[in-house]
Every structure is written in structure tokens, then in C-alpha cells.
């Protein structure tokens, strides 16, 4: 299969691109069919399933309220998360779905989608079924999806397949490994960023390539600059989590303008760290209160690529929009690794999937632009994932809070020191990347149910909700 570098990132609407994004796909996937098959004026009533770890979580990740916009035409790209929440009260306290926004059909938010917290669809943790029906009961369609991560969607019976995106494109320099992607860059002479603009080019021109990507880096520039201002103090969801970023933010400020009155500028030399570490807060609360932010590669990583990168842009000299492009293609070449030899989903192979692999992909984003070769680039990607591996994933009360936005501020740190410490050396290394994300397969694989976004084990079971 061939998959883009906009495909790992991709605009979308939190709190998660598996829980969230994905059912909002699936949903409006399921919707669309029916319009096109002409079924959907024939339709009466709409039943709605969700199993697995949507079952488990769903309703702290906010995939109840995502299939219910996606059925009404919503998409995650489009959506208006400001009056989302507004538009699912509205289906709640009028019993009635309009399907694609065109076709008014009866809807019980309490009986009619149901949450299946011990069930689970054969294909995927995350699984979910549609099924329309007629006036007289009969059924119309039923289809199951499933959400395999990164806000990909696959289709019950193509779930072995995998079909994603790009499925029939073909790419110059096809790669599915690290040493496939080194060879590549070996025998051609180029970077692995320009290896992956050559392969961009056969999905799109290279101008529009360009420009997506800057959309992507303006998009994660909003959300840094939203979370960092709001007024509101606290995350939704019941948890109680005060917001940081502000505070953070006016903290920094006011140290910065009292060190340039006394000396002229900060002396501490970790001082860029605590802007890492804001920026990383910052995306992740945007994230958890349902806000917009870049899929990278996931939404409960969403907040590691961007601060590593503004990172990059504040305090790496000589910094500009074709370092950006540069940081995104091959961070985006380090995340197709990660989909396409093991998973970057949380309900399949734990937080190692998702924070690690963005670790690993910011690393080696930031290498490349501090002129690594394409051995250090790699040596950085690995180290970012080795460190991650075995990280559970137990979302305190199936929320996107407690313990998943600090730990992308510490993955943000650990991802530049993992950069600097690559640039050290030749490339030449004892671990090689494939070796770490086939561990981190297998360590997801042998990982328990419980630690695997079901907020049935580790920290969700050990620290008190409210």
C-alpha cells in the first residue's frame, strides 16, 4: 500500500483520532453509502454499536458524540468544534438524527447507540456497527468499521486488507522499513525528505504538497497560540484538570522580561525546554477539550511533532518554512514505518504506538534539520521509540487528560535530546529502528486487555476520578 505524508498528519478534532476522528469517519462513511446507494430516503431508524475500547471509552473520548456528527455529515477537517457539543444536545433533547444534515430520522440517544463495554468485533479493539432499517423494521444495510488508528478507517470485510488511502497509487521509491527507506536514499543520493517529496509527487503536485504541509504547520501554530490563551480554567469531562498553558505561558513571559531589564536575557541554559514543554501542554489541552488540532500521527500524541518543531523554529538558528517542510516529510517517513510494520493505535499496542512512535518521528524531523545524514536520522528515530517501550496506555476515566498531556511534554524533551544525542555519532548503532518497533509489536501484543485504552488498569484504576 501507499501511503502519504498526509495521511500520519492530517487536520482533525479531539480528544482522539482513534476514538473521536475515526467513529466521525465511520459514521459519515456509513451515511454517504446510503445516499449513494439511494437508500437513504428509505430510511426510518438507525441503530449505532460501539465495541472494544470504543465501548469501554467512548464516552470520555467522545466517539458517542463523533458518529452522531458523522452521521449528520460532520467531518473532522470541517467540523465547528465550537457548537459541536450544541448540535449532539440538540439530537439528544429531540430525539431525531438528520441524516447528512438532509434526512430527519427518529433517534434515541440511549438506546439506539450503544456502548458494549465487554464486547469486542473480531477485526479490531476498535470496532463499530451501522444499521439502518425501513418503516416496517426491515434492514436496510448494516456495516461494521473499524478504527485502526490515526483516524484511519477500514471496512469490516476489508479489515485483513487494510485498505487505506493510496492503496492503488505508485510510488517511485516505495519503502516499508528502515533499511528499505536507507537504501533508497543510498542508491538515489537524497535526503529522506527529498525522497519522500519525490514519492508526494505521485499523489498530488509538489507545489499543493508544499502548501498542505505549511497548512499543517499553520494549524499547529493556531492551536499552540489557542491553547496558550485560553480563559477557560478547566478541561472538560469531570476529571477537574486545570488548564496549564496560560498560566505557563504568562510564567515565561514575565521571567523572560525580568531577565532582559536585569541582564539582558535568560541564563538558563535548559531555558528552551520550558517552552517545549508549553507547547506541548498547550495542543494537548486544545486536544482534550475538543478542539482542533494535527493528527501526528495520532490525537493523544498530538502535541510532540508540534512543539519539537516549534522548537525548531524559535530557537534552531537559520529556521524557515523549508526547514519545516523538510521536519514534516521525514517525520511523516518515520510514522509510514510505524503504521505499516505495527500499529500506532493505543487500543492495540498501548501508548508505546502512539506517544512513542510520535517521539520517534519527531526526533527524527528535528535530526534531519539539524543536517543529520539519513543513518542519523534513523539512529535518532530509534532511539525515541526504544525508550517508550512498554508505555501502557490507562486513560484516568477514559479521558484524554491524566496521564496523556504531560507525558507528551515529556516525550517532546525526550525527543530532541534523542536528535542531539544521534547527531553525536555516526549513525552506526546496536538497536536498529526495525528492531525497536518490532519489539514494540510485539510488547503491545503481549500487553493485557486492561492496559490498552480500556481505563481498566494502571493509573486509571489507581487514582481517584474526582
Not at 465511520?26 to 428509505?42: I, P, S
Request: hydrophobic residues 40%; charged residues 25%; proline residues 5%.
Amino acid at each position: 500500500m501507499a501511503l502519504s505524508v498526509l495521511d500520519l498528519f492530517s487536520v482533525g478534532i479531539g480528544p482522539s483520532s482513534s476514538h473521536t476522528v475515526g467513529p466521525m469517519r465511520a459514521g459519515h462513511r456509513f451515511a454517504v453509502g446510503l445516499r449513494r446507494d439511494e437508500l437513504l430516503a428509505r430510511v426510518h431508524r438507525v441503530e449505532v454499536g460501539l465495541f472494544g475500547s470504543l465501548g469501554a471509552t467512548g464516552r470520555g473520548h467522545g466517539s458517542d458524540r463523533a458518529v452522531l456528527l458523522g452521521l449528520e455529515g460532520a467531518e473532522p477537517e470541517t467540523v465547528d468544534v465550537d457548537h459541536a457539543a450544541e448540535r449532539v444536545e440538540s439530537i439528544r433533547q429531540a430525539g431525531q438524527l438528520r441524516l447528512l444534515g438532509e434526512h430527519p430520522v427518529p433517534f434515541d440517544v440511549e438506546s439506539d447507540l450503544v456502548l458494549h463495554l465487554r464486547k469486542s468485533l473480531p477485526g479490531h479493539p476498535n470496532g463499530m456497527r451501522f444499521t439502518a432499517y425501513d418503516a416496517a423494521g426491515e434492514e436496510l444495510r448494516s456495516r461494521e468499521y473499524y478504527s485502526v488508528g490515526g483516524g484511519f478507517v477500514v471496512d469490516g470485510h476489508d479489515v485483513e486488507a487494510d485498505e487505506l488511502p493510496g492503496e492503488a497509487v505508485r510510488l517511485p521509491a516505495p519503502f516499508a522499513t528502515a533499511p528499505e527507506l536507507l537504501e533508497a536514499c543510498r542508491i538515489s543520493g537524497r535526503s529522506i525528505a527529498d525522497l519522500m517529496l519525490a514519492n508526494e509527487d505521485a499523489f498530488r503536485p509538489r507545489e499543493q504538497t508544499r502548501a498542505e504541509l505549511l497548512t499543517i504547520w499553520r494549524v499547529m501554530q493556531e492551536c499552540v497560540d489557542r491553547g496558550c490563551h485560553r480563559e477557560d480554567d478547566q478541561l472538560p469531562g469531570g476529571l477537574q484538570v486545570r488548564r496549564r498553558a496560560p498560566g505557563l505561558r504568562r510564567s515565561l513571559r514575565e521571567q523572560e522580561e525580568a531577565a532582559a531589564r536585569l541582564h539582558g536575557d535568560i541564563r538558563d541554559p535548559l531555558w528552551a525546554m520550558e517552552w517545549v514543554n508549553l507547547y506541548a501542554l498547550a495542543v494537548n489541552e486544545e486536544n482534550a477539550s475538543g478542539g482542533r488540532v494535527v493528527t501526528a500521527p495520532t490525537n493523544g500524541a498530538a502535541g510532540i511533532v508540534p512543539a519539537v518543531l516549534h522548537f525548531y523554529t524559535r530557537f534552531v538558528p537559520g529556521a524557515d518554512d523549508d526547514g519545516v517542510i523538510e521536519f514534516l516529510l521525514t517525520a511523516g517517513a518515520i510514522g509510514i514505518i510505524f503504521k505499516l510494520c505495527a500499529s500506532i493505535s493505543g487500543a492495540e499496542v498501548g501508548c508505546q504506538g502512539e506517544v512513542g512512535s510520535a517521539c520517534s518521528m519527531a526526533a527524527a524531523g528535528l535530526c534531519a534539520v539539524l543536517g543529520g545524514t539519513p543513518e542519523q536520522i534513523e539512529n535518532a528515530a530509534e532511539i525515541g521509540i526504544e525508550h517508550n517501550l512498554g508505555l501502557t496506555c490507562d486513560p484516568v476515566g477514559g479521558l484524554v487528560q491524566v496521564p496523556c498531556i504531560e507525558r507528551n511534554a515529556i516525550a517532546s524533551v525526550k525527543a530532541i535530546n534523542a536528535a542531539r544525542l544521534a547527531m553525536q555519532g555516526d549513525g552506526s548503532h546496536r538497536v536498529t529502528l526495525d528492531q525497536a518497533i518490532r519489539t514494540m509489536r510485539q510488547t503491545g501484543a503481549d500487553m493485557k486487555a486492561k492496559y490498552k485504552e480500556t481505563s481498566r488498569g494502571g493509573l486509571a484504576v489507581n487514582v481517584i476520578e474526582c
